[in-house]
């Protein structure tokens, strides 16, 4: 058990429409990260906050996708007009320090018929 | 820019037989290095990482990394292989230089390890 929590584990929607997962990262860690995984790969980083301070941001987070993390703790990423090449596994990580390594939670699976 | 290469998709061994999962890394800084193992439906757990120091570093059940600059490799091994050790295997790698560096990590594409009983 490595302490980060996603809600939910799976999530089957309809193409367009808007989908919202959260991660309860461990209480102590200051960054959190999001990652999007695909059957074959790695992990492909989303974005990135550091307390609430949403740092970073990858390209492969279009206008479409908005992360939060309000007060430093828990964090939400929404997918508005949800497409089916969003159909994918979401992991949340959070880390402390500045050689930690990460803490993933069990990430939750979306599937968009 | 930052990449890492896991050149095996699959790796099989026999139980009781030594195992290592190849990875070679690319970053402009110093590299802080890591791998991760994931189950079935189960988000990646840490094994072990290199900062700094010996360059063989030892992590969780069993396994261990030897760092090998020259060569920008982070091979994954472990003496002797349990059928319990079957799993997707991840390389990662950050650019950890004091001033300019990344909390980012890129991983590898995950090497899939099969043990045999």
């Known amino acids: 058990d490595t302490g980060v929590s996603q809600n939910p584990r799976h999530k089957i929607t309809k193409r367009g429409q808007n989908v919202t997962f959260r991660c309860d990262p461990i209480?102590?860690?200051?960054?959190l990260y999001w990652y999007r995984q695909t059957l074959g790969q790695g992990p492909e980083f989303l974005t990135y906050?550091?307390?609430?301070?949403?740092?970073?941001k990858s390209r492969l987070l279009s206008d479409r996708f908005s992360a939060e993390r309000p007060k430093g703790s828990f964090s939400t990423l929404e997918i508005q007009r949800t497409e089916q090449g969003d159909s994918a596994m979401y992991l949340c990580?959070?880390?402390?320090?500045?050689?930690?390594?990460?803490?993933f939670g069990p990430g939750t699976r979306l599937t968009v018929l | 820019a930052q990449s890492v290469a896991q050149p095996e998709d699959q790796v099989n061994v026999a139980e009781g037989n030594p195992l290592t999962v190849k990875c070679t890394y690319s970053?402009?800084?110093?590299?802080?290095l890591f791998w991760y193992v994931q189950y079935p439906n189960r988000g990646l757990q840490f094994l072990l990482k290199y900062i700094t120091g010996d360059n063989l570093v030892k992590g969780s059940y069993g396994f261990e990394a030897e760092f090998n600059k020259s060569q920008t490799s982070f091979h994954l091994k472990k003496p002797s292989a349990l059928v319990s050790d079957s799993a997707l295997y991840f390389c990662?790698?950050?650019?950890?230089?004091?001033?300019?560096?990344?909390?980012?990590?890129?991983f590898g594409r995950g090497t899939s390890l099969i043990v045999h009983p």
């Open positions: 990580a959070s880390s402390r320090g500045t050689g930690g390594e990460q803490f």
């Open positions: 970053v402009s800084g110093n590299p802080y």
């Open positions: 990662a790698v950050r650019d950890g230089t004091a001033s300019g560096g990344s909390y980012i990590p890129t």
């Open positions: 906050f550091q307390n609430e301070a949403q740092l970073e």
């Open positions: 209480s102590e860690h200051n960054r």
